[in-house]
């Protein structure tokens, strides 16, 4: 008997009240994929981690112009090494200015990634599908049975 599919969300970081331009190219691209693009304000984005069903987290973040740049070091980035401790969450973060300060930090947990702009969204979207099925497909292919058990100390 087949599992009924489930809903796979992508998950948009807003930094303002109105949605960007790159937030409705990217809900096209990955529509056509049958991912779903939320978006999701910065202090949402704590209790989502602790309350979704979800296995695997996707947030993308757009930083295009200086007030963007702004309001990101303002709001995301003093969060963003808390919430990158938990790794369910994955953030990829599209910039077009050079990489944050903290990025040695964030890439030793490898559930941060950061791309430049300028980018195809198309094939940026067909790869994060395909990250996001890959992430799936590992936590559901595991070995059945439990470990195997260990000689004690014999004295």
């Given at each position: 008997?087949?599992?009924?599919?489930?809903?796979?969300?992508?998950?948009?970081?807003?930094?303002?009240?109105?949605?960007?331009?790159?937030?409705?190219?990217?809900n096209?691209?990955?529509?056509?994929?049958?991912?779903?693009?939320?978006p999701?304000?910065?202090?949402?984005?704590?209790?989502?981690?602790?309350?979704?069903?979800?296995?695997?987290?996707?947030?993308?973040?757009?930083?295009?112009?200086?007030?963007?740049l702004k309001?990101?070091?303002?709001?995301?980035?003093?969060?963003l090494?808390?919430?990158?401790?938990?790794?369910?969450l994955?953030?990829?973060h599209?910039s077009?200015?050079?990489?944050?300060?903290?990025?040695?930090?964030?890439?030793?947990?490898?559930?941060?990634?950061?791309?430049k702009?300028?980018?195809?969204?198309?094939?940026?979207?067909?790869?994060?599908?395909?990250?996001?099925?890959?992430?799936?497909?590992?936590?559901v292919?595991?070995?059945?049975?439990g470990?195997?058990?260990?000689?004690?100390?014999?004295?």
């Amino acid at each position: 008997m087949k599992q009924p599919e489930q809903t796979s969300f992508i998950f948009y970081l807003t930094l303002e009240e109105d949605l960007p331009k790159t937030f409705y190219v990217f809900n096209h691209y990955l529509k056509e994929l049958g991912l779903i693009l939320v978006p999701v304000r910065i202090d949402q984005l704590q209790s989502l981690v602790n309350s979704t069903e979800q296995t695997q987290i996707i947030v993308i973040s757009s930083v295009i112009d200086a007030r963007e740049l702004k309001l990101y070091n303002e709001k995301v980035r003093g969060l963003l090494k808390y919430v990158l401790k938990t790794k369910r969450l994955t953030f990829m973060h599209l910039s077009s200015f050079s990489r944050v300060n903290d990025f040695k930090l964030y890439s030793m947990q490898k559930n941060y990634y950061f791309m430049k702009y300028p980018l195809d969204a198309a094939l940026l979207s067909a790869k994060i599908a395909r990250y996001y099925e890959l992430k799936s497909e590992q936590n559901v292919l595991r070995w059945p049975g439990g470990k195997r058990g260990g000689v004690g100390a014999i004295l």
